[in-house]
């Protein structure tokens, strides 16, 4: 004799009971009681089990390896990402794919994405060895030169090589901060010897071949970038504290093949005063009184501020000829 089908829908309520069978649910509740839907629960319970497999973790950090090996980082770090996603509850686990991340972004050039990642693997894993250089390596390409790892193991090789390398790096970048200082220094009082330059109507000159056009203010830009005379004693042009310019001066002998160097011709001073000086005594190579005297009166800044006086590397120069010597000349003025 057969027997009725239970467990069937009801006919009036099929609808509502259609919708608690797994399969055919439009919505999932946002709580599920066992008791009242142990399929459901069942299921969820499957799945999570699933989704939080420290094996499919661990699968992906095998994946994420092959890739690494095969320096194909992007992927290497899709791969240990995905594994990352299934939250394993196995802390270690998930220290290694953190750390294996870093490494990949690392070697991508993130620095700042490794070692965010690598600030995590140390939470789940204070003193991962690994982690602990690769966020060290981040942090010398970062110039923050980090000194944490050797707290955790202050004989590890690769941490005292780095220590070295760190040390070594701070002393150059500690030399480039003081250069460009110094150069900084530098550019701001050639500014101020360049407008001084300009305020005395002094032209300057880029090459020995100048002519009054082709010289222009736009040489001032030039002279800030190396504002320093090319003599080969390297005097400089200087200011000194009354706001007076000094500059090194060149006389040229040509008919005895001889020169002087004054490395600081105060602007006011004669040429007259230097003269003396220089030929207070007849100089060994003028030992027949073949130089005259000049009578040179002039100051250095009545000269340089003649219009046709360029100034070239910064260094006036001058002929003294005894040539010229009661000839009658042509005098500019």
């Known amino acids: 004799m057969d027997q009725p089908y239970r467990g069937g829908f009801h006919e009036d309520q099929w609808e509502e009971e259609f919708e608690k069978v797994p399969l055919f649910m439009k919505k999932v509740p946002s709580e599920i009681d066992p008791r009242e839907n142990p399929d459901l629960a069942c299921l969820q319970s499957i799945i999570f089990d699933e989704e939080h497999s420290p094996e499919q973790a661990k699968t992906y950090k095998d994946e994420g390896n092959d890739y690494f090996k095969e320096k194909d980082y992007k992927k290497a770090v899709i791969s240990y990402t995905e594994g990352l996603k299934k939250k394993c509850a196995n802390p270690d686990l998930n220290a290694v794919l953190y750390t294996n991340r870093a490494a990949a972004q690392y070697y991508l050039g993130n620095f700042h994405s490794a070692l965010s990642d690598v600030t995590a693997a140390k939470k789940l894993k204070p003193c991962y060895l690994k982690a602990i250089i690769r966020g060290a390596l981040c942090h010398l390409e970062l110039k923050h030169f980090a000194k944490a790892g050797l707290q955790i193991d202050a004989k590890e090789k690769k941490l005292l090589e780095m220590r070295a390398k760190v040390d070594k790096l701070k002393l150059i970048e500690q030399r480039d901060v003081r250069k460009a200082n110094l150069k900084e220094k530098e550019r701001n009082q050639n500014e101020v010897l360049l407008q001084d330059i300009k305020a005395r109507n002094i032209r300057l000159s880029e090459a020995a071949c100048e002519d009054e056009v082709s010289a222009s203010e736009g040489l001032g830009e030039l002279f800030l970038d190396g504002l320093s005379s090319e003599n080969p004693h390297g005097a400089r042009l200087s200011l000194d504290d009354q706001g007076r310019l000094s500059w090194p001066v060149l006389f040229l002998y040509p008919e005895c093949a001889q020169s002087?160097?004054?490395?600081?011709?105060?602007?006011?001073?004669?040429?007259?005063?230097?003269?003396?000086?220089?030929?207070?005594?007849?100089?060994?190579?003028?030992?027949?009184?073949?130089?005259y005297w000049v009578p040179a009166k002039s100051t250095l800044l009545q000269d340089l501020q003649h219009h046709r006086h360029f100034v070239k590397a910064l260094t006036p120069a001058f002929l003294v000829c005894n040539y010229l010597w009661g000839r009658k000349v042509h005098q500019i003025r």
């Open 260 to 291: 002087d160097f004054i490395s600081a011709f105060h602007e006011d001073s004669r040429f007259i005063d230097h003269l003396m000086v220089m030929f207070g005594e007849t100089p060994s190579w003028d030992l027949e009184a073949e130089l």
